[in-house]
């Protein structure tokens, strides 16, 4: 089973600020990797795929960039609806398909 | 636009079969090109998947799990079933229905369910 590992656990950004999440695998997914946003209450919402594709209805301040085992979410300015956790899934060896344990992106 | 939505009761006792059913509406799970799934999330904890099924039936269990669960799919009523056997506490979790694209995520998904095994 391939091990997602995201970092940090918590992140505290202000509004408008530039957040950058990371996530590792234990072994290599090629670009088979996806970002999920989850907000309380909520289900997860899918903001990229294929390591840096966005999914439809993202808005560009959300990128994503890696390949192999080291992925990173970029966040360019922070907006009030962007504070949630955010989830990576690996779809390359299955199964199981694999999520990371999650960043929390908080208001500083 | 696809929505899924889950139904099922929201105790369950210890060592009884967690029953979950998910309604999809806005297209049909006959059409293809997409696999129906349940994920799971435990209270305050991330993500875990449980399995999936196409509307042909065939379906792929998480390992962890695959002994206790049984997913089922009834095209008629555009609906797919969760069935997890001999629960515990550790059971006890918010359980989503998702659709995974052939791409390999998932891109649309129920609100979720809260279900507690408890006596």
């Known amino acids: 089973e391939i091990v997602m590992t995201q970092s940090p656990a918590t992140l505290s950004v202000s509004p408008g600020e530039r957040a950058t999440l990371s996530c590792r695998a234990s072994q290599s997914v090629s670009s088979n990797l996806a970002w999920y946003q989850q907000k309380p209450g909520q289900a997860p919402r899918l903001l990229i795929y294929g390591a840096s594709t966005r999914a439809t209805g993202i808005p560009a301040r959300f990128s994503g960039s890696g390949s192999g085992t080291e992925f990173t979410l970029t966040i360019s300015s922070l907006q009030s609806e962007d504070f949630a956790v955010y989830y990576c899934?690996?779809?390359?060896?299955?199964?199981?398909?694999?999520f990371g344990q999650g960043t929390k992106v908080e208001i500083k | 636009q696809v929505q899924l939505q889950e139904s099922g009761p929201g105790l369950v006792k210890p060592s009884q079969t967690l029953s979950l059913t998910c309604t999809v509406s806005g297209g049909s799970i006959s059409s293809g090109g997409y696999y129906w799934s349940w994920i799971r999330q435990h209270p305050g904890k991330g993500l875990e998947w449980i399995g999936y099924i196409y509307y042909s039936g065939s379906t792929y269990y998480n390992p962890s799990l695959k002994s206790r669960v049984t997913i089922s799919v009834d095209t008629s009523k555009n609906q797919f079933s969760l069935k997890l056997s001999s629960v515990t506490a550790a059971d006890t979790a918010v359980y989503y229905c998702a659709r995974l694209a052939a791409a390999g995520t998932w891109d649309y998904w129920g609100q979720g369910t809260l279900v507690t095994v408890s006596s």
């Open positions: 899934q690996q779809y390359n060896n299955w199964p199981p398909r694999t």
